[in-house]
């Protein structure tokens, strides 16, 4: 059994192919995954229907994380921050440290991918440090996010 936590995985018909990538790079590296959709390619799809089923199972398993995708990837961490205990952080290029501080500074249980902006290699490096990063567990990183869970209540 592997020590790695489940990852849930999510797109509409933008990320769609990038999902189809990113789910076989994780499974090659020992992650087990969910997919919570789409299941088929369709251009006219919604992504709040499949990045809520993604978002839902992060709120209530606290191991897991998701991987998200979209054309921005912007909609789709709007879509899974209404949920509670979720902290999806967005990464459409760029400076890839980003990530790792969204993971050491705000324990980002979802990373939203913007599959319009990303090769898949970036893509998969994004991934990759989202899942190797830890939280820091700083004092003042779990009292800010303490703060942001009493928003909920």
Do not use: W
């Not at 509670?84 to 324990?107: I, K, P, T």
């Not at 290699?121 to 994004?126: R, S």
């Amino acid at each position: 059994m592997s020590d790695k936590p489940h990852i849930f995985v999510a797109s509409d018909h933008a990320g769609f192919a990038l999902k189809g990538e990113l789910k076989e790079f994780l499974e090659s590296s020992g992650y087990t995954t969910t997919d919570c959709g789409a299941e088929t390619f369709q251009e006219d799809d919604d992504y709040p229907d499949f990045i809520a089923r993604a978002a839902e199972a992060i709120s209530k398993n606290s191991r897991a994380f998701a991987i998200v995708i979209g054309k921005s990837g912007q909609g789709e961490a709007i879509v899974a921050n209404r949920y509670v205990s979720v902290r999806a952080a967005v990464y459409y290029g760029g400076d890839v440290s980003v990530v790792s501080l969204s993971r050491e500074h705000n324990d980002a249980n979802i990373l939203s991918l913007g599959a319009g902006f990303l090769s898949l290699e970036e893509a998969k490096e994004a991934v990759k440090i989202f899942l190797e990063t830890s939280f820091s567990g700083d004092e003042r990183h779990i009292r800010r996010i303490e703060k942001i869970e009493h928003l909920h209540s």
